[in-house]
């Protein structure tokens, strides 16, 4: 069984939020305008997190991509009510959107706020509309929405996979983000397959996790930049 | 007198009032019934599917063409009616009505019958091409229907999936099936 997880090198990491604008089109994120941003209500499944370090005018800064952390150990999913968050076998966390009550325990509970509430319902213009991707549903009103790891991705590589008679190869399977990324800044694979890049590049001395102290286990690693 | 008088008019008024309750109970079930009820599905043609599939011994997938290898199976348009249809065949006056709508060049946009909630992944290609289920299945008798059904034939909701699935031995995840 594979557990899926990602390692993203943050000295490869730019900033040029290319991954955002992926993984918003890949998964029907709509945009929401300037004074709803302003209350906190636009929804970024990826969110490139600027963190500077030092004082003016000795500054440096590091680009945080942060996704849903699809930790070992999610809290999230402890506090729903109806199930509608839960781990699978293969370490996604996923939401049941038609299941989702709306309550946003979870969205308080995550510690790295990767869960969104959908305060009100899409609007997208004709001419967006069109370019809706089919594999992904677009959330109600209501309902929290959250980084699948583009799960529909595996689905459909994994179907790949079987009509062809085959093994599911890691580039079978990436999420938006990490396929855009232009400096390979990302990795995705499975974290148990010594063939997967990440399963030694989460060994790096360099690592670090968001928050490890809480013991949420996450399955995004992070490559702490060289001094 | 007065006293029959009186209970006989006590007794129309309990009457009416049980016809007047009827009526309201009537009423609530039938407004139930209409917002419940699957909506009918229209379609350019009376399509015969006996004819074509028992009689002339054509496979699903000639029409429905992706049915092996996509996500749907795919409806037949115009370009696959005038495959046969560009002469009349056949007597029936349906036939001869295919014809000329093709000549008109009307584009026989069929309905699809069967749907699935937005939030539900499914593939037929995994279905059909992979795991090589019969449509029928899923789709009922649709094979033997002589005249389009208004009205799916099977309901296809999610205890109908898992039980399949729990039956077969397949995956019960919800991001199997859920999107």
Redesign the interface.
């Known amino acids: 069984m594979a557990r899926w997880g990602m390692v993203i090198d943050l000295d490869r990491c730019t900033g040029c939020a290319a991954c955002e604008v992926a993984c918003k089109s890949e998964n029907n994120v709509a945009a929401v305008s300037a004074d709803q941003a302003d209350m906190g209500r636009a929804s970024s499944w990826m969110k490139v997190m600027a963190h500077v370090e030092g004082e003016f005018p000795d500054t440096t800064m590091h680009f945080y991509p942060r996704p849903c952390m699809h930790c070992d150990n999610p809290p999230c999913i402890r506090v729903c009510p109806v199930q509608a968050t ?1 781990i ?2 293969e370490g ?1 966390v ?1 939401q ?4 989702c009550i709306g309550c946003r325990y979870c969205a308080n509970a995550c510690p790295y706020m990767v869960k969104y509430f959908n305060w009100y319902g899409p609007e997208w213009s004709e001419s967006e509309r069109q370019h809706l991707n ?5 959330r109600p009103t209501g309902v929290i929405e959250k980084c ?1 790891f583009c ?2 991705r595996l ?1 459909k590589a994994r ?1 790949d996979a ?2 062809d008679g085959r093994e599911l190869r890691e580039e079978d399977y990436q999420p938006a983000c990490a396929d855009v990324c232009p400096t390979n800044a990302i990795a995705f694979g499975d974290l148990d397959n010594p063939s997967h890049a990440v399963h030694s590049l989460k060994a790096d001395p360099r690592v670090l996790r968001l928050m490890e102290d809480l013991g949420t286990q996450p399955k995004v690693y992070y490559l702490r930049p060289r001094e | 007198m007065q006293g029959t008088a009186a209970k006989r008019g006590g007794f129309v008024r309990v009457w009416w009032g049980y016809v007047g309750l009827g009526l309201m109970l009537t009423a609530g079930i039938v407004i139930a019934a209409v917002l419940t009820a699957t909506p009918t599905v229209p379609q350019p043609v009376a399509f015969n599917h006996r004819k074509h599939t028992e009689e002339l011994g054509l496979n699903c997938e000639f029409c429905h063409v992706y049915v092996t290898k996509r996500a749907h199976a795919g409806l037949p348009n115009a370009q696959t009616c005038t495959m046969c249809h560009q002469a009349t065949q056949g007597t029936s006056a349906e036939a001869a009505r295919v014809t000329t709508l093709l000549a008109e060049g009307d584009p026989l946009t069929f309905n699809k019958l069967f749907r699935l909630e937005s939030h539900v992944f499914y593939t037929h290609r995994r279905h059909v091409g992979i795991a090589e289920l019969e449509c029928a299945t899923c789709h009922g008798a649709i094979a033997a229907t002589e005249r389009p059904p208004a009205r799916p034939l099977v309901r296809i909701d999610m205890d109908f999936c898992m039980d399949c699935h729990r039956e077969q031995g397949q995956t019960l995840d919800c991001n199997a099936c859920h999107r």
């Open positions: 839960y699978d076998d996604i996923g049941i959107y038609a299941r089919p594999d992904v549903s677009v699948t799960h529909h689905q179907e079987r009509a």
